[in-house]
């Protein structure tokens, strides 16, 4: 695996009218900004532009990209079928908060045989509940719900599932 | 008024082997730094991968902002309109996109008028320039410079 950094921050701006139909413009900075940096030009250029426009900035963000190089030269396994999937669901400090991570294509050696549970007490299944729940990165580090709620547990055991299926 | 959204969002694109693709999305504190949300994000990946065999074919880190009320425009806006901004240097050409340009932009005699970008007024070549000069500190898609040469300006449908 390679994945390799963009080389720019893309910015996005995101403009309407008064229907609220929407017109997206964008450029791109070096990848070597700060956030802060990349930040201050975005302001810079958006206001640069309103006064040459009619419609209104509503949205705008900033993407830092990676791509993998060797794809798709060197594809996934045959076993590989992002349709088989499980849900780990995460509850948050402050009910009810909570978000749910699918992960694509999950080996069939992580769940018990003979059901459709994934086995949490594999070590790499542990591993990966317990760094969503706290990286060990540093506070403020670690995954949150859509509205900043830090996850502390697991939710229900997860379980592989197959789009279109009604097991999994 | 245009406001941080609550959390900053980590997208990873898997694919299977029949290039079938899955988005995994996940959150971090609006605040995180770029190098730190990086570092989450492949500690992430790294503790992912050994639960899929699909493989991880691009990542993105974003911050987004928005106005949930903003103060929208008159009823004749032309959104289905952009200006467009030519710019080059000596190996290549470049544009830049203005949505639904202001009509006064543009040149108001001749057979450009309403469509080419009229530099012969001050205030509209000042703001052009104005432009020119910010968007020269930004680079293309592939990290190169911006051509810092303005060419010409018009309307585009």
């Known amino acids: 695996m390679a994945l390799t950094d963009n080389p720019t921050w893309q910015v996005s701006l995101t403009y309407a009218d008064r229907d609220r139909n929407t017109s997206k413009i964008g450029f791109h900075l070096p990848a070597a900004l700060t956030f802060a940096q990349a930040g201050a030009a975005m302001s810079t250029v958006t206001s640069l532009i309103e006064p040459l426009t009619d419609a209104v900035l509503v949205a705008q963000s900033l993407v830092l990209g990676q791509y993998e190089s060797t794809w798709p030269a060197t594809p996934a396994p045959e076993s590989s079928d992002v349709e088989r999937y499980a849900d780990f669901s995460f509850i948050g400090a402050v009910k009810p908060a909570r978000t749910t991570i699918r992960i694509p294509s999950i080996l069939n050696t992580l769940v018990i045989d003979g059901t459709n549970t994934v086995n949490i007490a594999d070590a790499a299944v542990a591993a990966f509940i317990a ?8 506070v403020g580090n670690s995954p949150v719900t859509n509205s900043g709620v830090d996850l502390v547990s697991l939710g229900a055991t997860p379980e592989k599932k197959h789009r279109f299926s009604a097991k999994g | 008024m245009i406001m941080p959204a609550a959390t900053a969002r980590v997208v990873i694109t898997l694919a299977d082997r029949d290039h079938g693709k899955a988005r995994i999305s996940f959150r971090l504190p609006f605040s995180i730094s770029a190098s730190d949300a990086a570092a989450v994000r492949s500690h992430i990946i790294g503790l992912m991968l050994p639960l ?10 974003v911050w987004e902002y928005s106005d949930a009320t903003p103060t929208l425009p008159a009823f004749d806006v032309k959104l289905q309109t952009k ?11 470049e544009a830049f996109y203005i949505p639904a340009p202001k009509p006064s932009l543009y040149e108001t005699t001749g057979e450009y008028a309403g469509i080419r970008i009229d ?10 320039n104005a432009i020119s000069a910010e968007l ?8 190169l410079s911006f051509p810092d040469e303005y060419m010409v300006g018009g309307l585009v449908l």
Request: overall charge neutral; cysteine-free.
């Open chain 1, 131 to 138: 760094g969503f729940i706290d990286t060990g990165l540093g």
């Open chain 2, 52 to 61: 899929t065999d699909a493989r991880v074919i691009g990542t993105q880190i």
């Open chain 2, 83 to 93: 200006g467009v901004l030519f710019y080059r240097n000596a190996t290549r050409a």
């Open chain 2, 119 to 128: 530099m012969s007024n001050p205030t509209i070549a000042a703001a052009i």
């Open chain 2, 136 to 143: 020269a500190n930004t680079v293309t898609i592939e990290g």
